[in-house]
């Protein structure tokens, strides 16, 4: 059982350069999330999707777009990378909206983007 | 903005004592979660506490909840080398929103 699988793990951006965070969850959640985290701080939510094909904001949206096209992929797409956006990346998933059944998030390993 | 913040950011004790950080919050919530990160690794979950609950436990943790005061703080008991790491506390304030992250109390347990 994977869990959530986050790819790549490491990856150097140029400014304006775009890319794409896959995540995949095999757990059949229908809730999957993106955080970043920077140095010393918590997470903060950047999109997170319900279930397949709907998807809302976060906390720190800009710069970033997200797509629920099946429920075990949720990507993180950067259009045009900052400096601002290096960061560690996490995806998440659970079983149902944490405020009803206050089932656990599971979370993946993460992504270490560096936008130079 | 961050709704939880922990206290104290950092911590370090001896192995086999006891270590507390607390958690405050801004808004009223449906249930406060703890999470442990590893350093370079994911959050793991720890333990959840729902707004009508006050103590839970669960192991060497013991999680209280204060919501009139909204704070919570997470105990570990008799701590060993292997709980270094940083907990943060999280708060789910429903109505779909995902839960909201505070900076972190960074714990190191010296052997």
């Known amino acids: 059982n994977a869990g959530v699988t986050q790819t790549p793990k490491f990856q150097v951006l140029k400014t304006g350069q775009s890319m794409t965070l896959q995540c995949a969850q095999d757990m059949n959640h229908e809730y999957m999330s993106w955080y970043r985290q920077d140095p010393g701080m918590g997470l903060r939510l950047i999109h997170y999707?319900?279930?397949?094909?709907?998807?809302d904001q976060g906390e720190v949206p800009n710069g970033y777009n997200v797509s629920r096209s099946t429920t075990e992929d949720f990507p993180l797409r950067l259009l045009s990378a900052a400096p601002s956006q290096t960061s560690v990346y996490f995806c998440?998933?659970?079983?149902?909206?944490?405020?009803?059944?206050?089932?656990?998030?599971?979370f993946g390993e993460g992504s270490w983007l560096t936008v130079v | 903005s961050q709704q939880g913040e922990e206290d104290p950011q950092a911590l370090s004790i001896q192995e086999g004592e006891n270590a507390t950080m607390n958690c405050s919050y801004k808004t009223s919530i449906n249930n406060l979660q703890w999470y442990r990160q590893n350093s370079g690794r994911g959050l793991v979950h720890l333990i959840l506490i729902r707004s009508n609950e006050r103590e839970k436990h669960s192991g060497r943790l013991r999680v209280t909840l204060d919501t009139s005061k909204k704070s919570s703080s997470l105990l570990i008991t008799a701590s060993r080398a292997a709980d270094t790491a940083s907990y943060f506390c999280a708060t789910d304030a429903g109505a779909g929103n995902m839960l909201t992250f505070g900076g972190g109390t960074r714990l190191m347990v010296k052997p």
């Open positions: 998440a998933s659970s079983s149902s909206i944490q405020g009803h059944s206050g089932n656990t998030i599971y």
């Open positions: 999707s319900v279930g397949a094909g709907i998807t």
